[in-house]
């Protein structure tokens, strides 16, 4: 028998893998050339007009935001348009913001929720993948001509459109910035979870660890672009790749002491408000949707990127989720790395989920100083301050004094908030369901409504009240646990 050359088979398997990704998405459905604009619309809508062949992106037209200066025309929140993006770098940013520290704690969440935690996993990335869609939908409308413009830039000028230009502005970078600081917080809390965990009988304690990681991430000051913030991102999803790997095998290899019947099929009220907020908490991306959509050089690959990042994070999310507790079932901890059985193991993968920690502080954190620096410091009279870089685009020494400061805050509220899991369900409950659920449908009720069919008024209103439940009864029982830990002590 003749055996094909290595070579041969593994460039064909890989041929037939990259035709399925993102790469190809504009070749294989011509027709979707300006996808998000099709999300509900009726037959006739107008909106459907500039879906053709076009296959230029010269005929993607797009215009600044009310307000938005020059230098940040088209591209988001984070700012110039100039330093463009592919596809692949938005899809590490959507996967570094979905698939992060977070995945340590799902086996935790399926130990509160069972087989419906696993479920939620499947469910709410579907939901925040739709949201994402029409979020991003919002920011076009219908010229005269019937071709789509963009004429807003940011989840903030979407909120000014729709809940008024003054109050919208707040509420929105009110929730972004909780939400990503909380994010950036939860970062540092981890790395020093998890270096207590790999030295727990050293000299260090859980802050000390905690400060030095702040030391480590004093450089992301310097950060000017998302391209760069990109290439952290990738470094990110590689060590994601190794943690999964490793992790994953271990637990396979203990195949024969899983404990099948563990996994609950009831819903315990106290507990599962908690999985859930972890869930929802892990999938919230749409902070970043708008400039990552801004920035792509085509711009058309956004669906299939996003649909493509979801789908991989839904499939592993469960599957890491159920292995990982039901391997460890009933002592399953809140960082699933603490379960690992040998010092010399855990160590190891410890370092490594260390090292991703520090390579996923900088998106959310970059995001954050952006939002500050639309908000406070564009220039007077616009705003209260001014603007934080010189003529010839270098960073003023204030303005580095402040990104530094920032890092500093982050880590000085790590020190004070340690409880991770449950912090994390809390604010997954509060800002991340907002985010995620209710206020992208309804910015795109309010702004597409009279264009949308029935069946999408009616999924937009069933998401909204999603939110609505998930937000309350998780808040309600992640506070309360939150304050039983506190009453407790704090762990150091």
Known sequence: MAVPPIGASLGAAWTSVRSALPDSCLNSQPDEQLHFAKFGRKPNDTELSTLQNNGAEGNFQRV????????????????????????????????????????????????????????????????????????VDCLYV?????????????????????????????????????????TCILYVVLCGDLMV?????????????????????????????????????????MAHVVINVMIM???????????????SLRINIFTFPISLGIIVFSYTSQIFLPA????MSDPSKFHCMLNWSHIAAAVFKSLFGYVGFLTWHAETEEVITNNLPTQGFKGVVNFILVA??????????????????RAFFKGRPETTFPRMWSLDGELK?????????????????????????ILMGFIGSFTGTMLSFIWPCYFHLKLKGPTLDWGTVAYDCFVI????????????????????????????
Request: with cysteine; charged share 15%; net charge negative.
């Open 142 to 182: 219908t010229n005269e001509e019937g071709q789509l413009v963009r004429v807003r830039d940011t989840y903030v000028s979407i909120a000014e459109e729709c809940f008024g230009r003054r109050v919208g502005a707040r509420i929105v970078n009110t929730a972004q910035m909780i939400e990503l600081l909380m």
């Open 197 to 237: 965990g790999t030295f727990p009988d050293g000299a260090i304690d859980t802050r000390s660890w905690m400060m030095i990681c702040g030391i480590l991430l004093l450089p992301c000051s310097f950060l000017k672009n998302l391209h760069h913030v990109s290439t952290l991102s990738f470094w990110c999803t």
């Open 292 to 295: 990552l959509e801004g920035n």
């Open 465 to 492: 009240f999603l939110g609505v439940l998930f937000g309350v009864i998780g808040i309600y029982y992640s506070f309360r646990a939150l304050v039983k830990e506190f009453q407790i002590g704090l762990p150091f």
């Open 356 to 373: 991703k920690a520090l390579l996923s502080y900088p998106l959310p954190y970059y995001a954050a100083l952006d939002l500050l620096e």
């Open 397 to 421: 020494v204030w303005g580095l004094a402040l990104r530094v400061a920032l890092v500093v805050f982050t880590v000085v509220m790590a020190i004070s908030i340690p409880h991770f899991a």
């Open 64 to 135: 600044d935001s009310i307000g938005d200066d020059d230098e940040s025309c088209g591209g988001g929140e984070f700012g110039s348009s100039r330093h463009k993006i592919s596809e692949w770098q938005a899809g590490w940013n959507v996967t570094n913001a979905i698939q992060g520290m977070f995945v340590v704690s799902l086996p935790y969440a399926v130990l509160h929720g069972g087989y419906w935690a696993i479920t939620a996993m499947i469910g709410v990335a579907y939901i925040c993948c739709y949201t994402g869609k029409i979020l």
């Open 249 to 263: 095998g271990y637990c396979l290899l203990q195949a024969a002491t899983w404990g099948w019947s563990e996994v």
